[in-house]
């Protein structure tokens, strides 16, 4: 008996050797859903207050990799983080991948891939391509998401240049270019409002089915219920006499150019000389003493700054900006800077994913500057700047500068190491760094096209060169090589570039672009004289001018949107981001 009671002892301690039942022995684990929906909420949460960062790391970790109800809309927020991070290629590939799932061939879902992809483009820039899917969108959306969907489209003609307007046209869609029809009607510099109001009503009524017939944009509707917009009395208070003299002429003659354009009455104009007053606050006094309806000036960027402090009774446009500008009642600021410039170049490089830019710059105390304009900005802008160099303008400087841009001088010191190592001489060719897009480039053009060929020749040849429009003050000599100053990207104004209609009003300036510039903003500080309560009223307002694409912040001030550049076989042509970051195999395939 015992020795039967032994062995029942041993059966029973095997048989609780065996793994327990998980239902009564494992220990409780919550619902895997409400895991997920909670990490979801918390990245969205993250998203909401800006903390990207936070957010993304929260959906890589707890909700994309893993199947449940909630990972299409995980993807689609991962790619708005990315986009907002400024990591472009991240972005559209979480896009495809949530376009992959089962759950996205539902015409809503497909219907939510569109609209994340179009706004994932209006970050970048990419104004042509957005237009395009909010189009489509326009014709599969449910009737209480279209009007939302328009207000976007919209804003996103307004952002086209004339040349992407022009590329449009070309798709021959009738609404489409009904909507781009009724752009062209406030692009056109020579109506005035009273006439572009009645254009448009022209336009309605004989395109009644139209969507923007129906539901007129925003700006069409204040336009109409603003009256007196135009202003009866306006002062230009520039310096005409001292060593702006030139600079003011050019701005004047702008101003007039397309004042005389203007088809129907416009306003009288006097002139304040601010050289002929001891200090810019008597010639402001003057200006005001005159009751305007706006003033236009000053030039300097000291008078600018005691403008700034000043209490304004009449409405002042400044046509020069401070390093820090503050929203100021009656104050507002038009320029030719280059930040502006500096932001669409980036957003261009961007478009194709290109984040790592180097700076070469010359050591011109304006180069100097720009360069760190730059810096500032691609650190706003998530840009890794992977060197920063300036150089003396001499061949050997050249050439010290570019190879310790592209670390050639490391590559040349490690060979020169492993010789002394070894004691035998090594067969090596230098190589550039692989982590670079594009070089920020600071200079003029007969500058650049030294550069130009010293990247080629170090191996650089795919990097392209993008700078500002300053590079492009003198066109290019004679003698000039076709391929010294191809790949060389660099922003100008619409008025120079040849694709603003109304350029041809502005007076000629024979090889000197910088006057040409300074005509146009002249002639566009007539425009936004006539329309700058529209920008007050109406955030999104935008206007095409010959200065680019304007658009006015919250402190006041405006910012132009320009075109962006190239010579091909030395003619003047506009580019393309992918002709210029392709990936290296889709170059190969060219």
């Known amino acids: 008996m015992p020795q039967q009671t032994s062995a029942l002892v041993k059966g029973d301690k095997k048989a609780s050797d065996n793994t327990p039942p998980p239902s009564i022995y494992q220990p409780y684990k919550p619902n895997n859903s409400k895991v997920i929906s909670a990490a979801y909420e918390q990245a969205l949460q993250n998203y909401q207050d800006g903390a990207y960062v936070q957010a993304i790391s929260i959906l890589e970790k707890s909700v994309l990799n893993k199947t449940s109800s909630l990972q299409f809309d995980a993807y689609l927020l991962a790619a708005k983080i990315n986009a907002q991070l400024d990591n472009a290629l991240d972005a559209f590939l979480l896009l495809n991948k949530a376009d992959q799932l089962t759950a996205a061939r539902h015409p809503d879902k497909q219907n939510q891939i569109t609209e994340t992809r179009a706004s994932i483009l209006e970050h970048f820039g990419n104004w042509p391509e957005a237009v395009k899917l909010r189009m489509a969108l326009s014709y599969s959306l449910p009737l209480d998401e279209i009007q939302a969907n328009q207000d976007k489209l919209w804003l996103a003609i307004q952002n086209l240049t004339e040349n992407e307007i022009e590329s449009l ?28 109001l009645a254009t448009f009503q022209n336009w309605q009524q004989r395109n009644t089915s139209h969507p923007a017939a129906i539901t007129p944009p925003q700006d069409f509707k204040l336009m109409a219920s603003i009256e007196d917009m135009a202003p009866q009395k306006v002062v230009l208070m520039l310096p005409m006499s001292g060593k702006l003299k030139r600079a003011s002429q050019a701005v004047v003659d702008g101003f007039f150019a397309t004042y005389y354009n203007q088809k129907e009455k416009r306003p009288q104009v006097n002139i304040v000389n601010t050289d002929q007053y001891p ?78 830019a180097a700076v070469l710059s010359t050591q011109d105390t304006w180069a100097l500057k720009q360069n760190d304009e730059f810096l500032t900005a691609a650190e706003q802008e998530h840009v890794t700047v992977t060197s920063a160099q300036s150089y003396a303008n001499t061949p050997q400087g050249r050439q010290n500068a570019v190879q310790k841009l592209l670390l050639i001088n490391e590559s040349y010191a490690r060979k020169n190491l492993i010789e002394k190592w070894t004691g035998h001489q090594v067969d090596a060719i230098a190589r550039p760094r692989q982590d670079l897009d594009y070089v920020f480039y600071v200079g003029k053009l007969n500058d650049a096209k030294q550069i130009r060929p010293l990247l080629d020749f170090y191996f650089a040849a795919s990097v392209p060169m993008l700078s500002t429009s300053n590079l492009n003050d003198s066109p290019p000599d004679r003698n000039t090589k076709a391929e010294d100053i191809e790949r060389i990207l660099f922003t100008e104004l619409p008025a120079l570039s040849g694709s603003n209609k109304n350029a041809s009003a502005l007076p000629p300036s024979p090889g000197s672009n910088i006057l040409r510039r300074l005509q146009a903003l002249g002639a566009d500080s007539y425009l936004l004289a006539n329309k700058y309560q529209l920008f007050a009223l109406l955030k999104s307002t935008r ?34 981001s992918k002709q210029f970051f392709e990936k290296e195999e889709e170059t190969n395939q060219d």
């Open 169 to 196: 046209y070309q798709a021959q869609q009738p609404i489409l270019n009904g909507w781009l029809t009724i752009s062209n009607i406030l692009r056109d510099q020579s109506l005035s409002i009273e006439q572009q």
């Open 543 to 576: 206007i095409s001018a010959n200065t680019g694409i304007i658009t006015m912040d919250d402190n006041g001030v405006f910012h132009k949107r320009p075109e962006i550049m190239t010579y091909r076989r030395g003619n003047l042509v506009y580019a393309r």
């Open 279 to 356: 200090d810019i606050i008597d010639a402001l006094t003057a200006a005001n003493n005159m009751a305007p309806d706006i003033i236009i000036g000053p030039l300097e960027k000291n008078n600018v700054a005691k403008i700034s402090r000043t209490e304004l009774p009449y409405p002042v446009i400044t046509l020069n900006q401070l390093d820090v500008n503050q929203a100021a009642k009656n104050l507002f600021h038009f320029s030719l800077s280059a930040e502006d410039e500096i932001h669409e170049l980036i957003n261009f490089a961007k478009q194709e994913g290109a984040t790592k």
